[in-house]
């Protein structure tokens, strides 16, 4: 598998390269939800007497266990092993050995995948069953996000309903009342960050992610720079029609972005419109007709509880 592959799925879901894995010269050569193959080495892996030990064995059944439950979970989850067992069937003294994890289970907090790990001649070395724990991926502090935008200037900028630090911690609170996975949540928090086709005003530098990316991660900052980057006029009005292209007004290059994608542009848009027509009489009143029109054509692409906000606030 190319490691610029490895790498982006790892970036996805919150994962990083190194450790243990990358001590014991582990390759993962095959990546699914469904199925993980990866290969060790042997030498350097070995016990005191000579053959591939079997803890090395574990490490790599539960590496490739834990990677499908992860890719299962997807991004803004994470998975945490919570149980291994492992059988040795016979001693390697040199090559490779090649894990198999195939999922056998795998729902919303639990997966098990069943690895077989074999040599070079294709017999069986070790057999194990590994079982990971699915849960949200913990939040980063948000004291310290918000202490971040109101040093880059959030809470001087005039907004409707104060400054442009206290509109952005209420979009958080609206998408936390829906229930949006973290990355969600905090791109609601940051959206602003970069400028919008709405508000232009900037707090960061749009050719500089890596300074956001650090403090809310890179699944969240992507996020922030797809909602910056929309050119409205020419996105919004097909946002919900499979194929309509995504203009980016930063750069003018037109994309086909996914469903997941879509829906995750509509949420973070509905959140922030709908604040400021709750805060905000006179442009409920000008605007809440307009976006109502919007919204409704959205329908598929926003969740129950967006919905019904939508129904409460501009009807």
Do not use: K
């Amino acid at each position: 598998m190319a490691t610029d592959e490895l790498e982006r799925i790892g970036r996805e879901l919150g994962a990083a390269r190194g450790g243990l894995d990358d001590r014991l010269g582990i390759e993962f050569l095959e990546v699914s939800a469904a199925r993980v193959v990866a290969r060790m080495p042997v030498e350097g892996n070995t016990q005191a007497y000579g053959t591939l030990h079997g803890g090395a064995s574990c490490v790599l059944a539960e590496s490739i266990g834990s990677c499908g439950a992860a890719v299962h979970a997807g991004p803004g989850r994470q998975a945490l092993g919570i149980e291994i067992n492992a059988t040795h069937h016979r001693a390697v003294r040199s090559g490779h050995v090649t894990g198999v994890a195939t999922r056998t289970h795998a729902g919303e907090t639990l997966a098990t995948y069943d690895v077989v790990i074999t040599d070079d001649r294709n017999r069986r070395v070790c057999t194990a069953r590994v079982t990971s724990m699915l849960r949200d991926r913990p939040e980063p502090d948000l004291a310290a996000v918000t202490a971040f935008l109101a040093a880059h200037g959030a809470d001087e900028l005039a907004h409707p309903g104060g400054t442009l630090l206290a509109h952005l911690g209420r979009v958080h609170a609206l998408l936390a009342e829906w229930r949006a996975r973290p990355a969600l949540r905090l791109a609601g928090l940051c959206h602003a960050f970069y400028g919008t086709d709405g508000f232009p005003a900037a707090l960061g530098d749009v050719h500089d992610r890596r300074e956001l990316a650090a403090v809310i991660g890179e699944e969240a900052e992507r996020l922030v720079h797809l909602y910056a980057g929309c050119d409205r006029g020419f996105s919004y009005p097909r946002l919900a029609v499979d194929g309509a292209p995504f203009r980016d007004r930063f750069t003018g290059a037109e994309s086909d972005p996914p469903p997941e994608v879509r829906r995750d542009l509509a949420e973070l848009t509905a959140a922030n419109e709908l604040d400021l027509a709750q805060v905000n009489t006179d442009f409920r009143t000008t605007h809440g007709p307009a976006l109502l029109g919007l919204f409704t054509s959205w329908r598929t692409l926003l969740s129950d509880p967006a919905w019904r906000t939508v129904q409460t606030t501009l009807t």
